[in-house]
């Protein structure tokens, strides 16, 4: 004799299962490559912040380039992985955030290093894997008969 066993859910202790199963996806999106994981989320003012000191802290030589890798474009880990000189530490003061597009977070910040203030602008866009940033710039005040240059 066999006996089946089947477990019920508690009604006072357990929400039924149909609430726990995730949202199917269709097949087709499976089979085109369709992203299984939501959407990043908007980037808040204190976490770009802390972006774009992990950043300054790979352009100062503080922190290892590779280490910030994931997080830029190609052209900015470029710019910040290249020569390194001796450069003073860099810290942000103020940070100001807008998002001109839903999938972009433009930042200006005010840095200070060996007690001048320098201006930081970044730009951030939403990838399917998360946040990157595309644009990095330490603007600093151009010495008399030198050519701009751009940080990274």
């Given at each position: 004799?066999?006996?089946?066993?089947?477990?019920?859910?508690?009604?006072h202790y357990?929400e039924?299962?149909?609430?726990d199963?995730?949202e199917t996806?269709?097949?087709?999106?499976?089979r085109?490559?369709g992203?299984?994981?939501?959407?990043?989320?908007?980037l808040e003012?204190?976490?770009v912040?802390?972006?774009?000191?992990?950043?300054?802290?790979a352009?100062?030589?503080?922190?290892?380039?590779a280490?910030?890798?994931a997080?830029?474009?190609?052209?900015?880990?470029?710019?910040?992985?290249?020569?390194?000189?001796?450069?003073?530490?860099?810290?942000?003061?103020?940070?100001?955030?807008?998002?001109?597009a839903?999938d972009?977070?433009?930042a200006c910040?005010?840095?200070?290093?060996?007690?001048?203030?320098?201006a930081?602008?970044?730009r951030?866009?939403?990838?399917?894997t998360?946040w990157?940033?595309?644009?990095?710039?330490?603007?600093?005040?151009?010495?008399?008969?030198?050519?701009?240059?751009?940080a990274?």
């Amino acid at each position: 004799m066999i006996e089946e066993h089947r477990l019920r859910t508690l009604t006072h202790y357990e929400e039924p299962r149909r609430a726990d199963r995730p949202e199917t996806v269709a097949s087709w999106e499976h089979r085109r490559g369709g992203s299984r994981c939501p959407a990043p989320r908007q980037l808040e003012a204190s976490e770009v912040g802390r972006l774009l000191n992990m950043l300054l802290e790979a352009y100062d030589g503080r922190r290892p380039a590779a280490q910030v890798r994931a997080l830029v474009a190609p052209e900015v880990y470029a710019g910040l992985s290249g020569p390194r000189t001796a450069r003073p530490r860099h810290r942000t003061q103020t940070i100001h955030t807008c998002t001109p597009a839903p999938d972009v977070v433009e930042a200006c910040a005010r840095v200070e290093a060996d007690g001048r203030s320098f201006a930081l602008a970044a730009r951030f866009t939403r990838t399917p894997t998360g946040w990157r940033c595309v644009r990095f710039a330490l603007l600093k005040p151009q010495r008399p008969g030198q050519p701009s240059r751009r940080a990274a």
